[in-house]
């Protein structure tokens, strides 16, 4: 699933807390606000010792925070269900199979993206998860549309965490053996057995770190006990927000509010893989959605600008924000980085932003202004680590 939030502002007020609250601060972890919430940034371990653990063994993710929906259709057939929510997102929701899930994004009249969101069929009803900082506008807007074909139920007493990593299946299979079986998107319900006693949990084999692994969704009176089980293990880490960001950006996977917004269009945000054909111009159910003709005529002619990888030569990282330009002493912008930083595990810094699309092409030189200073990055291919995930 998917992490896309903002960090909340100074002036954010009445922070919420996370289920897992206590045992991140018991556990050392340093507490910063991240989209309304008071969310762990780093345990004592240090960004970069749980970025590489996460990649060599197993690291537990809270993402409690984030929003937790069914979507029922009142007919009671989740076909109709499908058909609804394809009133509001590009994606051919229809053809998921139950026990998979997709990848989606909520789009506006312009093409532009509202949210982005995983959607798992669960047989009888979807399953979405979506991002915190938007949850309670998501809500709004599957209550505007679809409310007269679909019950729409947020799940607040639910929490949601993540275990990422190679070891993740050898971990998480002790105590529910069921999971070892599942593949990259599988969804469902499994029966966790925590000290003798079964949690009925929602488990997806999928993550945003690259990596195989799983996210759990169980009742918010059980996660403590799961959590302290799975970190028992010495396998597992926890790792706070800090590399979950390094993690995923090496996986080349965009975070909403900086990658995606309401600005950019799928097609902008190199994203036309999660639109499937029936979707599109010529598909049995073309268009139809928020700010189709933009975005399928995108598909047919390309987008103006375009989200690339980024890679530098040296050693200094190129942050969000930095403006690029096509040469070292040209005046004129011709955009901007949206996520960069470290890449623990290249050992080398990365970064992401969009270009005019004739600028797009792999192994491109532009440079960007690092506090005065033009630094030469080359357009690079994405994902930076080759993702784990279980085919």
Not at 68 to 91: C, F, W
Not at 162 to 180: I, N
Not at 191 to 198: E, L
Not at 340 to 350: C, D, E, K, Q, Y
Request: glycine share 10%.
């Amino acid at each position: 699933m998917q992490a896309a939030e903002r960090p909340s502002s100074p002036a954010d007020t009445a922070l919420k807390r996370v289920p897992l609250h206590d045992l991140h601060v018991a556990r050392g972890g340093k507490i910063v606000p991240f989209a309304g919430y008071e969310m762990p940034v780093q345990y004592a371990a240090g960004v970069l010792k749980e970025h590489l653990h996460t990649r060599a063994s197993a690291g537990l993710f809270d993402v409690s925070h984030m929003g937790q929906i069914t979507l029922t259709a009142k007919s009671g057939k989740v076909e109709d269900a499908a058909r609804a929510l394809e009133r509001l997102v590009p994606q051919d929701i229809l053809a998921v199979p139950r026990g998979r899930q997709r990848y989606a994004q909520f789009t506006n009249e312009a093409g532009g993206i509202l949210d982005d969101l995983m959607v798992a069929n669960f047989g009888d009803h979807l399953f979405l998860v979506v991002n915190a900082a938007c949850k309670t506008e998501d809500e709004a807007h599957l209550r505007q549309h679809l409310s007269d074909v679909c019950i729409i139920e947020p799940l607040p007493d639910r929490a949601l965490i993540a275990l990422q990593g190679p070891k993740a299946v050898e971990v998480l299979s002790k105590h529910a053996p069921t999971v070892a079986a599942m593949r990259f998107m599988d969804a469902g319900a499994h029966k966790v057995q925590i000290s003798g006693r079964a949690i009925d949990c929602f488990v997806s084999r999928s993550g945003y770190t690259g990596e195989d692994g799983f996210e759990i969704s169980v009742p918010a009176s059980d996660v403590e006990r799961l959590a302290t089980t799975l970190l028992a293990d010495p396998a597992v880490l926890p790792i706070g927000l800090g590399a979950r960001d390094s993690l995923r950006l090496e996986a080349g996977l965009c975070l909403y509010g900086h990658d995606i917004d309401t600005t950019t269009t799928p097609v902008e945000g190199a994203l036309e893989w999660s639109v499937q054909k029936s979707r599109r111009n010529g598909g049995a159910r073309m268009g139809g959605f928020p700010g189709a003709d933009i975005i399928l005529k995108e598909f047919e002619t390309g987008a103006s600008r375009r989200r690339v990888g980024l890679r530098t030569e040296g050693r200094a990282p190129v942050r969000e924000h930095a403006s690029l330009y096509a040469s070292e002493t040209s005046a004129d912008k011709i955009g901007t980085v949206t996520s960069g930083g470290f890449g623990p595990t290249l050992n080398a810094p990365v970064a992401m932003g969009y270009l005019p699309t004739p600028l797009s092409t792999e192994g491109t030189i532009v440079f960007a202004d690092v506090r005065g200073q033009r630094l030469a990055l080359r357009v690079s291919a994405m994902p930076f680590v080759p993702n784990g995930y279980k085919r």
